[in-house]
Every structure is written in C-alpha cells, then in structure tokens.
C-alpha cells in the first residue's frame, strides 16, 4: 500500500510540476522574442540616425546647390611636409557666384581633426573664376600620409578634397 501512495504523490509531483514548467517555458520564449523585437527596432533606428547623418549634410547642400547653383571644385590640393603648407586651387563650377566672407578648412587623417583654418577675407569666386589659396597649417604633416580636408566656402557652399604630403 506504501508502494501506491509513493506512485501517487509521484504522479501528482509530475503533474503540478508540468504545469509549472509551461509557463516558464512560455515566459522563456516571449522574452526572448521581445528581446530580439527590441535589438530589431534599435538596429534600425540607429541605422536610419546614421544615415540621416550621412545624407542628411549632403541633401541639404544638394538643396542649397539647386537653389543657388553655388559649388566648387578643387582642381589641385598640395600638402608640403617640410613647410607645412597646403596649396589649394579652387574652380567655381556653379552656376552662380559664391559670395565673399568666412571661409574653414578642416584637416583631417584617418576621421581625426587635426587643425581648422578659418579665413575671414575669403574673396567672391565669379563663375568659372579660379582662385588660389595657401596656408600653413599646424597639423604637423608627415610625408607619405593622406589627409583630407573639409571645406566650407561663405554661402555655406562646402566640398571637400586630400592631398598627399611631399617634402
């Protein structure tokens, strides 16, 4: 008769316990689905963020562009080690003048600023005008090495370029 009872509450142990497993079984698996919900939803917030990042500056000159025809090119840019120099040549290929004012150059190697150089005479670049600029930078250029440059003109026309230094 011991032998029945023991099979009895065996039985009525397996019982309740099955029941309780489910629920932490379920609770397991709706975690881990609003886990991966939630990973989903902010690998693509921060993608769109990251983009508009990306994009976003560039619409806005595309806009500006269109709506002015202001753009430039830099048609040479030379980075002297020795000297630290930097040779600019810039071509007004818009389709309208960029104004006279403040002009910056950002250096950069490798995402990294290195100096900023504002000028404040920056002259107005007629339609297909050319104008050359030169500086000394205290980037500290090391010969061999690339470095690209961020330029904003007056009007908020911006472009960019790189040069490589050479003694």
């Not at 709706?30 to 939630?38: F, G, N, P, R, S």
């Not at 050319?130 to 911006?158: D, K």
Request: charged residues 20%.
């Amino acid at each position: 008769m011991e032998t029945v009872i023991n099979k009895k509450v065996l039985y009525s142990c397996m019982i309740e316990f099955s029941k309780k497993g489910v629920t932490p079984i379920v609770s397991i698996i709706l975690m881990l689905m609003i886990t991966i919900a939630l990973a989903g939803t902010a690998f693509i917030w921060i993608s769109s963020l990251s983009e508009r990042g990306r994009g976003g500056a560039e619409g806005d000159i595309t806009d500006l562009e269109r709506q002015t025809g202001s753009r430039f090119s830099v048609l040479k840019a030379e980075c002297n080690s020795t000297s630290e120099g930097v040779e600019l040549t810039f071509f007004n290929d818009g389709n309208s003048r960029i104004l006279a004012g403040n002009a910056v150059i950002v250096i950069k190697r490798g995402g990294e600023v290195l100096d900023s150089v504002i000028e404040t005479s920056w002259p107005e670049l007629s339609v297909s005008a050319l104008y050359q600029y030169n500086f000394t930078t205290a980037a500290n250029l090391e010969h061999g090495r690339t470095y690209s440059m961020e330029i904003t003109l007056p009007g908020s026309v911006a472009g960019s370029s790189f040069c490589t230094a050479l003694n």
